[in-house]
């Protein structure tokens, strides 16, 4: 009995000690699960602490970064009757600051020993969709719809896309700039532009192309773009559409509120593969009584786009032809010759080395086939120029 007692005795202490180390076995499960749990609510809240500090990390960036960049150049010509053939042209400075990708400013400051220092460009800029511009050279690059108020390179034709010299190939302009609409248009106002892939159209209001002439007056034009195959996905700065055909107007107003001239251009713009080719028609009538129309045909071959050379080659024609129907004096001799054109009809060849990307020499050769004597008569005219430019970016 006493025996059957003590097994009796011995098997509870067995089944108790055994019940307690699985208890104590569950419990030690039950604090590594509650020790994962808070290691991993832990984690989730350095993850969330993280992403704040980036969050205010971006805003101080957006709010302190400004982009600087800029160019200048150093050329000389064979111009006779010149001083020196050496000439420095111009140093530009373009900055850019934005906010969260939606306000941005920008501004281009020229420094040119003939002109002196202005302000070449300078804008405040919304976008509605989309992200920063450029200060100088092409808008339409990606999706988006913005809103500008300052000075800005007028978007008439497509040679305003090449003002800068690090963009345009050739040293010289097309006679569509720089006899025709007497250099680049650049104006202050206010303009709206719209870039939906395929289709582009710009909408402004100027002080005035004349402004300088009659203190006073404004300007209205618009430009529209279509770009049917053109690439939504690209990244490229200096991306030019395989095919852009372009229709611009402007009309302009003197401070009187009549009619002072009116402009319009259509231009066409195409590069695929290592081709390019660009052309642009202006005719430009003023009330006043003076008629200008001309045009460019300019077409290359880019040998860096099939990694061959950094070279770029160019040839370009264009003319330029002026109707002069103001009879400026009562001399018969003056009234005889109003009403005639003066012409001018040009050919170019041009290279542009790319040094390292950010120095480009250019070499450029141009001959006047065609020139009528009141351009002959002046002094600088010479049928055959060369020219050599060395252009430094930064």
Same mark, same amino acid.
């Given at each position: 009995?006493?025996?059957?007692?003590?097994?009796?005795?011995?098997?509870?202490?067995?089944?108790?000690?055994?019940?307690?180390?699985?208890?104590?076995?569950?419990?030690?499960?039950?604090?590594?699960?509650?020790?994962?749990?808070?290691?991993?609510?832990?984690?989730?809240?350095?993850?969330?602490?993280?992403?704040?500090?980036?969050?205010?990390? *971006?805003?101080?960036?957006?709010?302190?970064?400004?982009?600087?960049?800029?160019?200048?150049?150093?050329?000389?010509?064979?111009?006779?009757?010149?001083?020196?053939?050496?000439?420095?042209?111009?140093?530009?400075?373009?900055?850019?600051?934005?906010? *969260?990708?939606?306000?941005?400013?920008?501004? $281009?400051?020229?420094?040119? &020993?003939?002109?002196?220092?202005?302000?070449?460009?300078?804008?405040?800029?919304?976008?509605?969709?989309?992200?920063?511009?450029?200060?100088?050279?092409?808008?339409?690059?990606?999706?988006?719809?913005?809103?500008?108020?300052?000075?800005?390179?007028?978007?008439?034709?497509? &040679?305003?896309?090449?003002?800068?010299?690090?963009?345009?190939?050739?040293?010289?302009?097309?006679? /569509?700039?720089?006899?025709?609409?007497?250099?680049?248009?650049?104006?202050?106002?206010?303009?709206?532009?719209?870039?939906?892939?395929?289709?582009?159209?710009?909408?402004?209001?100027?002080?005035?192309?004349?402004?300088?002439? %009659?203190?006073?007056?404004?300007?209205?034009? %618009?430009?529209?773009?279509?770009?049917?195959? $053109?690439?939504?996905? /690209?990244?490229?700065? &200096?991306?030019?559409?395989?095919?852009?055909?372009?229709?611009?107007?402007?009309?302009?107003?003197?401070?009187?509120?009549?009619?002072?001239?009116?402009?319009?251009?259509?231009?066409? *713009?195409?590069?695929?593969?290592?081709?390019?080719?660009?052309?642009?028609?202006?005719?430009?009538?003023?009330?006043?009584?003076?008629?200008?129309?001309?045009?460019?045909?300019?077409?290359?071959?880019?040998?860096?786009?099939?990694?061959?050379?950094?070279?770029?080659?160019?040839?370009?024609?264009?003319?330029?032809?002026?109707?002069?129907?103001?009879? $400026?004096?009562? &001399?018969?001799?003056?009234?005889?010759?109003?009403?005639?054109?003066?012409?001018?009809?040009? $050919?170019?060849?041009?290279?542009?080395?790319?040094?390292?990307? %950010?120095?480009?020499?250019?070499?450029?050769?141009?001959?006047?086939?065609?020139?009528?004597?009141?351009?002959?008569?002046?002094?600088?005219?010479?049928?055959?120029?060369?020219?050599?430019?060395?252009?430094?970016?930064?």
């Amino acid at each position: 009995m006493v025996n059957r007692i003590f097994r009796v005795m011995v098997c509870l202490s067995l089944i108790c000690n055994l019940a307690a180390v699985v208890f104590a076995e569950k419990t030690e499960e039950q604090r590594l699960k509650e020790l994962e749990m808070r290691i991993d609510l832990l984690n989730a809240k350095i993850e969330l602490l993280e992403n704040q500090l980036y969050e205010v990390d *971006e805003r101080v960036h957006n709010l302190t970064e400004l982009k600087i960049s800029g160019f200048f150049d150093v050329s000389f010509s064979n111009y006779k009757n010149q001083p020196n053939i050496f000439k420095m042209g111009i140093f530009e400075l373009d900055v850019e600051h934005s906010y *969260e990708n939606k306000f941005q400013v920008a501004a $281009a400051l020229v420094f040119d &020993d003939e002109e002196g220092t202005y302000l070449g460009v300078g804008f405040i800029d919304y976008a509605f969709i989309g992200g920063p511009v450029p200060p100088r050279g092409r808008l339409f690059i990606e999706r988006g719809f913005h809103i500008q108020v300052g000075r800005f390179d007028v978007p008439l034709g497509n &040679d305003w896309n090449y003002v800068s010299a690090v963009k345009r190939y050739t040293v010289t302009p097309p006679l /569509t700039t720089s006899q025709l609409m007497e250099g680049n248009y650049n104006d202050a106002g206010l303009r709206l532009f719209l870039n939906l892939v395929s289709f582009n159209y710009s909408i402004y209001s100027t002080q005035g192309i004349e402004q300088k002439y %009659t203190y006073g007056g404004i300007s209205y034009g %618009t430009r529209i773009g279509l770009t049917p195959f $053109a690439n939504p996905y /690209t990244v490229k700065t &200096d991306y030019v559409p395989s095919f852009e055909l372009g229709i611009s107007y402007l009309y302009d107003l003197d401070n009187d509120g009549e009619k002072s001239e009116e402009v319009s251009a259509l231009d066409y *713009e195409s590069k695929v593969g290592a081709f390019l080719l660009r052309s642009e028609y202006f005719k430009r009538e003023k009330v006043a009584g003076v008629i200008f129309d001309g045009y460019h045909v300019t077409t290359g071959f880019d040998f860096e786009e099939i990694d061959w050379i950094p070279m770029v080659f160019i040839l370009r024609y264009d003319t330029h032809k002026e109707e002069n129907n103001v009879i $400026a004096s009562y &001399d018969e001799e003056a009234s005889d010759r109003s009403g005639e054109a003066d012409v001018l009809a040009r $050919a170019t060849t041009a290279i542009r080395f790319n040094i390292s990307n %950010t120095s480009f020499l250019k070499l450029e050769y141009h001959k006047y086939l065609e020139a009528s004597e009141r351009y002959k008569s002046d002094s600088l005219f010479s049928e055959e120029l060369y020219y050599v430019q060395l252009v430094i970016t930064f």
